[in-house]
Antibody
């Protein structure tokens, strides 16, 4: 059974860097049939995809243009996890942050099929 | 970015009656590989979203067959043939054809 366990601080000061980690159990961050994303949700912006990483003989990373200048998503094969760093945060970055797996529900990778989600981390940006 | 527009935003339904949610994209969701990457998710209060349907009409494991998806191009529909209490929540369509992946604003399904 695949599970994603998120960790990270719930309060970040403006201008600082938000850092979250998603630990994977029951699957591998290096699996060549899935991808690993970060998604956030706020009342003002709804659900917003931030970016993803995946392995297909080499590592690939895709970012949303809206955060591309501030975001880093990193896989960590030694700990079987992936992380999100969002720099220069403002109160507009206050949201529930989720990690999620883009899986292979029909046996082969299906783009956008977010079949496993982390529990969510409430992050507030405030001084 | 592709804009996903859902209607209605709220849908009060009587138990046992059907429900239907529409989703329209601002551009065609047909990918260059020939697939259409349109998914539907359900979110219950206090929980992360849950995958229901992927690639327009493929039901995810454990999703009852009274839930179905259809559509093509820019117009898509999620149907629940007979609403049950467990169907209460907010439903989202999502496109993964083009970066960035984008979501609809959500449709709240509630029991009358």
């Amino acid at each position: 059974q695949v599970q994603l366990q998120q960790s990270g601080p719930g309060l970040v000061k403006p201008s600082q860097t938000l850092s979250l980690t998603c630990v994977i159990s029951g699957d591998s961050v290096s699996s060549d049939s899935v991808a690993w994303s970060w998604i956030r949700q706020s009342p003002s912006r709804g659900l917003e995809w931030l970016g993803r990483t995946y392995y297909r003989s080499k590592w690939y990373i895709d970012y949303a243009v809206s955060v591309k200048s501030r975001v880093i998503i990193n896989p960590d094969t030694s700990k079987n996890q992936f992380s999100l760093q969002l720099s220069s945060v403002t109160p507009e970055d206050t949201a529930v942050y989720y990690c999620a797996r883009e899986g292979a529900p029909s046996g082969t990778y299906s783009r956008g099929a977010f079949d496993i989600w982390g529990q969510g981390t409430v992050v507030t940006v405030s001084s | 970015d592709i804009v996903m527009t859902q209607t209605p935003l709220s849908s009060p339904v009587t138990l046992g009656q059907p429900a239907s949610i529409s989703c329209r994209s601002s551009q065609s969701l047909v990918h260059s590989d020939g697939n259409t990457y349109l998914s539907w998710l359900q979110q219950r209060p206090g929980q992360p979203p849950r995958l229901l349907i992927h690639r327009i009409s493929n039901r995810f494991s454990g999703v009852p067959d009274r839930v179905s998806g259809s559509g093509a191009g820019t117009d898509f529909t999620l149907k629940i043939s007979r609403v049950e209490a467990e169907d209460v929540g907010v439903y989202y369509c999502m496109q993964a054809t083009q970066f960035p992946f984008t979501f609809g604003q959500g449709t709240r399904l509630e029991i009358k």
